[in-house]
């Protein structure tokens, strides 16, 4: 690999390992090409190598309301479950559809309404998803390219630190977690009450603000996935 993107071995050999090395754009350009990279993993690994985002990070603050267009966004969206999560992945915005699919939200404290955690230790969202790690691993997806992005904000670290000595499942998944923007998947849940439901997952950055995601899920078509929702929430 050191060969194909034109570096010493003993170079590359403290890139992997993380040292604390000189590197410029072009020689990350070069390990890019030969490790074949995606953009999302490209950008992941210049924000990493790089710290690209460290001055902005200061500026940076956390949304946790969202704007009054979002709002209506999530109530026209009548019979697409649909959540709002900012940078950490805290859920700071869902619609009445996601509530009755997923969770009510509401009755679970704002601070512990972590995305990645509730999907770890709540047994509603692990019984929900018929391939639950295939479920996880689209979110993991998104936080890792978060994690990349603000790499100097230490809370991710401890985040992940403590996920792991908690969740074994989570340091596995983790270790094995692709970095990608929007990942764009077909889900299948078993829910409690409604039995067999099909979504298309679309994950979208919120115009305007780079650390909102909106992710829809849309009931597949020719399936009794919409209906069983109007039964649901009526």
Known sequence: MAQLANVSTTWYTWLEQGRDIKVSS????????????TED??????????DTNAKLLQKKTVQTRISPSLETILKVLNYCPAVVTDRYCQIVGWNRAAAYVFLDFEKIPMEQRNLIRLLFTR?????LAVNWEHFVRGFLAIFRVYYGRYVEDDWYKQFIDNMSLLHPEFQSLWQQSEVNTAPDVLIEFRHSKAGKMEFNLTSLDVQGNDDLRLSVYTPVPETST???LRELMH
């Open 26 to 37: 072009g020689v990350l350009d070069s390990v890019s090409s030969a490790l074949q990279l």
């Open 123 to 127: 047994k509603e969202l692990k019984t």
């Open 226 to 228: 919409e209906k069983k």
């Open 41 to 50: 993993e490209r950008t992941y690994l210049f924000n990493l190598a790089l």
